[in-house]
């Protein structure tokens, strides 16, 4: 009978022991929860911020190099030998000349949000020309 009420209160003593442990456990886990949720909704991600995740500070968090659909042209009219304006910038050729009429043709791309851990080089986003008037 002795031996029967020890081996009842070290079974009394070993189930109080894990239900206060789990619940320990899940109080915390609950806590944990709760602060990443809050973290999220308020936009904040720890760890993600610009320089921290890219390794530059130029870089744009978050973010991936886009290149928009299809490809622009514009038809210009060259006013200088040798180079030819465009909305975007100046072409330099020798091949240009005055009084000519070209067609250019060119693509664009822009750092666009994306999803967490990525980064975007701006120095990579601009115009890609795809036509310089003569192909």
Known sequence: MKKRLIFVGALLLAGTVTTSLCMKNA???TDL???NIEAISAG????WEGSELCGDASFHPN???DKDP???TETVVCQQ???LKFSRGVLFDSRYLKG???TIGYETSSCQRYNLGSCCDPSQAGYHIINDGFR
């Open 100 to 102: 000519i009429t070209y």
């Open 81 to 83: 030998t040798g180079q």
């Open 27 to 29: 109080a915390a886990t």
């Open 63 to 65: 973010a991936i190099l």
């Open 33 to 35: 929860l709760a602060a």
């Open 70 to 72: 299809g490809t622009t």
């Open 44 to 47: 904040e991600y720890p760890g």
